[in-house]
């Protein structure tokens, strides 16, 4: 017997609230340096910058990104190497809160903090979000697209490209939009379409929905309704 999911599992304004509850998360654990810096950091974790690199990309000046980067280092959320000429830094994924610090840090002022933001216009039109790839295994190379699959019924890619445009800008990387309409979804589902399965099988960012959403959108309307699950429409 699958288990009943609560009518706001589908509501566009339960998941603004949820992304909106992040932020002020945030911003109650983080100064704005402080964002700024780990959301460069813990976004694009395999690049690693110099000083001079992440004050241009965070507007910090040289005083506060020192003393932010110092702090981190002490407290081995980062660590740093010398090459060349330059020290060049990167998190620490030994570290014991890695995990659990790149995980906020994503969902707040991360990747799915910005997209989410970005994506809040059009909630009312999507079912279901996600970053997927080498972004989302937290193998992905300097300068890489971030891939982004998103299941809706009104949306359109016009819409979707014109939308993510400022994301592209916050995140400084290429936004690569897969758009599937609820019913090409399921449909890709039943063929066994290999580049959808292959997606569904790996790791994923949830910038809305979530791992329990994803699975209910591939049983039919009916299916739902006769497990005590609302219809998406």
């Known amino acids: 017997m699958l288990r009943k999911y609560p009518p706001w599992t589908y509501n566009a304004n339960y998941q603004f609230i949820h992304a909106k509850i992040w932020r002020m998360i945030a911003q109650a654990l983080f100064t704005p340096a402080q964002q700024k810096l780990l959301g460069l950091l813990f976004v694009r974790v395999n690049e690693g910058f110099h000083l001079n690199e992440i004050m241009r ?14 702090r981190l280092h002490e407290s081995g959320l980062i660590t740093s190497e010398r090459i060349g000429n ?24 991360g ?17 279901l979000a996600f970053v997927s790839g080498a972004t989302a295994k937290g193998q992905d190379l300097p300068g890489s697209a971030i891939d982004l699959l998103l299941v809706g019924e009104e949306a ?59 699975h209910a959108l591939a049983l039919p309307d009916s299916s739902m309704q006769a497990n005590g699950m609302p219809s998406i429409f």
């Open 57 to 70: 990309l965070t507007g910090l000046g040289s005083a506060s990104a020192q003393r932010e980067l110092r």
């Open 86 to 109: 330059v020290r060049r830094f990167w998190p620490n994924k030994e570290s014991l809160v890695y995990p659990e610090l790149s995980g906020l840090v994503q969902k707040t002022f």
């Open 111 to 127: 990747i799915v903090g910005v997209l989410s933001g970005t994506l809040a216009p059009l909630r009312a039109q999507l079912h």
């Open 156 to 214: 359109n890619y016009g819409d979707l490209l014109t939308g993510l445009a400022p994301a592209e800008r916050t995140l400084r990387r290429k936004i690569n939009p897969n758009l599937y309409t609820l019913a090409d979804y399921r449909r890709r589902l039943r063929e066994g379409q290999p580049f959808l399965l292959q997606v569904l099988q790996q790791p994923k960012l949830f910038v809305i929905g979530d791992e329990s959403l994803l």
